[in-house]
């Protein structure tokens, strides 16, 4: 678990409880089932009818997964540039064959182990690039989709917000007729419904599509260091050329260094 997304979920909620702590006795006021079922009811009955299951589905367990640490951290990308050096100087000295058998370690890596086939296979550096570059835009792009449908809910999510209150308005205006010490208690809880759509889409939907595209943007920049290298080891360049190159693409801070590696072992 990501234990800064969950402090920052916890505080968010805190603060929001506590808001209405300090300012009000009556907590209860602010609980309304038909609110709840109308706002978040209403999203997903209308992200489910403009939107494929499937893509929904997998953009609620991408809210989900927004609790969960990112798997490519800064000292991954330095290990990918180290992966790639050390491919250079095996198929210096065996030849690109030798790769076969890395081949076989990256398995459960779908991009790397199909770039380092291209290059088994004897493309050309052009055309490792262009493949690899069709493949990490599609996978940015398929990837996408539910964030895309996450950053929709957060703009429905209000929608139905204001419906509910819409809702709750006329019929407290139907029971003007009645006791107007009535009135106070029935627009409170037409206001929930606006404020449980806030809610849902500013603690909830933005920031779990910001998360989720913030990772595939990562995830897709880490594609385009790795296709760099890859080509650059079917041109046959020199393993320190593409610590050089590979390099130009990372923070200072995390790049990679064969002579230090060197001196440690």
Not at 174 to 182: A, E, F, H, L
Not at 222 to 240: I, S, T, V
Request: proline share 3%; net charge positive; charged share 20%.
């Amino acid at each position: 678990m990501s234990i800064n997304t969950f402090i920052a979920f916890i505080l968010c909620i805190s603060l929001f409880i506590g808001s209405i702590v300090f300012s009000t006795d009556n907590y209860w006021i602010f609980a309304s089932g038909s609110s709840f079922v109308m706002v978040i009811g209403g999203t997903l009955a209308a992200t489910f009818l403009g939107q494929e299951a499937r893509y929904v589905l997998l953009a609620l367990r991408g809210i989900m997964s927004t609790f969960s640490v990112q798997r490519i951290g800064r000292s991954i990308l330095n290990q990918e540039v180290g992966r790639i050096i050390r491919w250079g100087y095996l198929s210096q000295q065996k030849g690109v064959t030798v790769l076969e058998q890395e081949s076989q370690k990256v398995k459960a890596d779908p991009f790397l182990s199909f770039g380092l086939e291209l290059v088994l296979s004897g493309y050309k550096a052009d055309e490792i690039r262009a493949n690899l570059e069709s493949v990490a835009n599609s996978t940015f792009e398929r990837n996408m989709v539910p964030a895309n449908i996450c950053k929709n809910m957060a703009s429905t999510a209000p929608a139905f917000g204001m419906i509910g209150t819409l809702v709750g308005l006329i019929i407290m205006l139907d029971n003007m007729k009645g006791d107007p010490s009535d009135l106070g208690t029935g627009l409170a809880v037409a206001l929930n419904t606006t404020l449980y759509g806030v809610i849902m889409a500013r603690m909830i939907c933005l920031p779990a599509a910001n998360k989720m595209t913030q990772r595939h943007e990562i995830n897709r920049f880490r594609h385009e260091l790795l296709l760099e290298g890859l080509a650059l080891l079917a041109d046959r360049k020199n393993p320190r050329f593409i610590q050089d190159r590979m390099n130009s693409f990372l923070d200072p801070a995390i790049r990679f260094d064969i002579d230090k590696q060197l001196r440690e072992r």
